[in-house]
């Protein structure tokens, strides 16, 4: 059975960082493209970086581009998510996913999702 359990939420000043992190479990790391999306209440949860399964390509929303960096060590079965710069609309329930071969940044092409993560960016 697969998990995903995000860390590394909590609140930040504008202007600050924080570094998420997805630990996973119950499936062969190597074999998962990863993503990191958000959602803030009555939106959808929207697509934020994701990252092949070997880590050699990644993507980002125009929204967090130079600013967000997302990492994965498949020694540790982790994917990261750092993030600079931050913002008060970057506030959001980070939920990581994970998706067996294809890398995607179609949410609808996740079927494994971790319990989320809240980041909370004060002005």
């Known amino acids: 059975q697969v998990q995903l359990v995000e860390s590394g939420g909590g609140l930040v000043q504008a202007g600050g960082s924080l570094r998420l992190s997805c630990a996973a479990s119950g499936l062969t790391f190597s074999w998962y493209a990863m993503g990191w999306f958000r959602q803030t209440p009555g939106k959808e949860r929207e697509f934020v970086a994701g990252?092949?399964?070997?880590?050699?390509?990644?993507e980002y929303a125009d929204s967090v581009k130079g600013r967000f960096t997302i990492s994965r060590d498949n020694t540790k079965n982790t994917v990261y998510l750092q993030m600079n710069s931050l913002k008060p609309e970057d506030t959001a329930v980070y939920y990581c996913?994970?998706?067996?071969?294809?890398?995607?940044?179609?949410?609808?092409?996740?079927?494994?999702w971790g319990q989320g993560t809240q980041v909370t960016v004060s002005s």
């Open positions: 996913g994970a998706r067996r071969g294809i890398y995607t940044a179609v949410q609808s092409g996740y079927d494994n």
């Open positions: 990252i092949t399964n070997g880590g050699g390509r990644s």
